[in-house]
């Protein structure tokens, strides 16, 4: 019997997929980090599922509404597709414990570091988490989760606390 489930490569938007410019809402926000199309491109060839997951606090902080997060989604994933690389779901978490906000303001256990958006992808999709990898810019995309691995890329958060210094590095952990 075959094994029928997927190994995902769970991506952070802001600072990964995309230069973090502070609270990026809108495309004319967005300027992708070059190496990000070959990363995932090399994933999706090695049968990872490419999942994005991104603290979205700008929603509860009253910077933006959440239907821009959803729109800026829907045109990143078109953005990948119209490159051959297949985004297989967006989840984002719009809650901050400081938010302004108050449907928004609360603890909640969908923001990173906490696996609430992983959770939700392990209900809609088949993934071997023990197979699966985790790569964000800060210390709090290192999802607490047994088995799921993650990697911090070196940026302006990380100080000396990261795995590899450069995305295209991430390439040699799939």
């Not at 029928?4 to 609270?23: S, V």
């Not at 090695?46 to 700008?58: D, E, M």
């Not at 990143?76 to 906000?101: E, L, W």
Request: proline residues 6%; charged residues 30%.
């Amino acid at each position: 019997m075959t094994d029928l489930k997927h190994k995902a490569l769970f991506i952070d938007r802001d600072g990964i997929i995309n230069e973090d410019t502070g609270y990026p809402h809108k495309p004319e926000h967005i300027r992708f980090r070059p190496e990000i199309f070959d990363l995932c491109r090399s994933a999706q060839e090695k049968g990872y599922l490419l999942i994005v997951i991104t603290n979205q606090a700008g929603v509860a902080k009253g910077k933006f509404p959440e239907k821009d997060v959803q729109a800026l989604n829907d045109w990143m994933t078109d953005q990948f597709k119209s490159r051959g690389i297949n985004i297989a779901a967006f989840y984002y978490c719009p809650h901050h414990k400081d938010g302004v906000v108050p449907e928004y303001t609360r603890v909640c256990n969908c923001r990173k570091p906490n696996p609430g958006m992983v959770e939700q992808a392990l209900r809609y999709f088949p993934i071997d988490i023990n197979k699966s990898l985790v790569i964000g810019d800060k210390a709090s995309d290192r999802i607490e989760m047994p088995g799921l691995r993650s990697i911090i890329v070196k940026s302006k958060y990380t100080g000396d606390l990261f795995d590899v210094e450069d995305i295209a590095r991430i390439i040699d952990y799939l």
